[in-house]
């Protein structure tokens, strides 16, 4: 039900300037909070496409979380043990976070020349780094960072964009717990079948913390070492008052 009146909405706002448009998307919530019990939000993107071309389209959509700086280093094994090498590379504008979706099960067959100049998909995504080195070392960092990125909710692939009724889509895009903050650039692109560029669409989702939980997100980043120290402190504290809690009781 909640669905339905979604669509009917997105459907009502389109005004007639657009009514021509083969493409059109837009975002339930542009605004995400995060508050001190935030658990993950999602991105809700609803569109619609021309009915004349809606069956032999192909839709893409890429999601970018705000750019940020990252040193990734590689595991070295020393003696049976697991340690972090010397070598790293860092990345001056890797998403903070990305998640693609497409109405079709893979792009394997789509023209990789229109894939790279759009930056559609992971291997395609322009990062500056500190040094210059070969294709392949770069490819195994940025692999290594979609791995990290992976094992934290960071990174999402897949084709779970529903189509509603003969024009209608909506695909969801799960934000994790510890999401960055800033603005989400969220692209649409509709192809033909024959891999022509027809139409892009360009949303944005703002995610940012506030309350507590800004001011301390704020001072972690400012005081990072008397953040530490005041942390640790206040849970020595607490363990020490529930020991003492349950020693009475």
């Known amino acids: 039900m909640k669905s339905?009146?979604?669509?009917?909405?997105?459907i009502f706002q389109i005004s007639q300037s657009y009514s021509r448009e083969p493409?059109?998307?837009?975002?339930?919530?542009?605004?995400?909070?995060?508050?001190?019990?935030?658990d993950g939000a999602k991105i809700i993107i609803y569109g619609t496409i021309d009915s004349k071309l809606y069956k032999d389209t192909i839709l893409i959509i890429n999601v970018l979380g705000p750019s940020s700086q990252l040193k990734i280093r590689k595991k070295e094994k020393h003696f049976g043990i697991w340690f972090?090498?010397?070598?790293?590379?860092?990345?001056?504008?890797?998403?903070?976070?990305?998640?693609?979706?497409?109405?079709?099960?893979?792009?394997?067959?789509?023209?990789?020349?229109?894939?790279?100049?759009?930056q559609i998909g992971w291997e395609n995504l322009q990062m500056d780094t500190n040094f210059s080195s070969n294709i392949n070392t770069?490819?195994?960092?940025?692999?290594?960072?979609?791995i990290f990125y992976k094992n934290r909710g960071l990174f999402h692939i897949g084709n779970n964009i529903n189509t509603i009724g003969d024009t209608l889509f909506r695909a969801e895009f799960i934000l994790p717990a510890i999401t960055p903050t800033g603005i989400y650039s969220i692209k649409s692109f509709l192809f033909n079948s024959n891999g022509k560029l027809i139409s892009t669409w360009n949303n944005s989702v703002k995610v940012s913390k506030e309350g507590l939980a800004e001011d301390l997100y704020d001072y972690?980043?400012?005081?990072?070492?008397?953040?530490?120290?005041?942390?640790?402190?206040?849970?020595?504290i607490a363990g020490y008052i529930g020991?003492?809690?349950?020693?009475r009781i």
């Open 243 to 247: 020991s003492e809690i349950f020693r």
């Open 138 to 146: 770069r490819d195994n960092y940025k692999n290594l960072l979609k």
């Open 84 to 118: 972090a090498g010397n070598k790293e590379m860092e990345f001056f504008k890797a998403p903070g976070y990305y998640a693609l979706s497409s109405n079709i099960e893979d792009l394997d067959n789509f023209n990789d020349n229109i894939l790279k100049e759009l």
């Open 23 to 38: 493409l059109l998307t837009d975002i339930v919530d542009k605004d995400i909070n995060i508050t001190a019990s935030f």
């Open 4 to 10: 339905c009146i979604f669509i009917f909405l997105f």
């Open 220 to 236: 972690s980043i400012e005081h990072p070492f008397l953040y530490g120290l005041l942390a640790t402190l206040g849970a020595i």
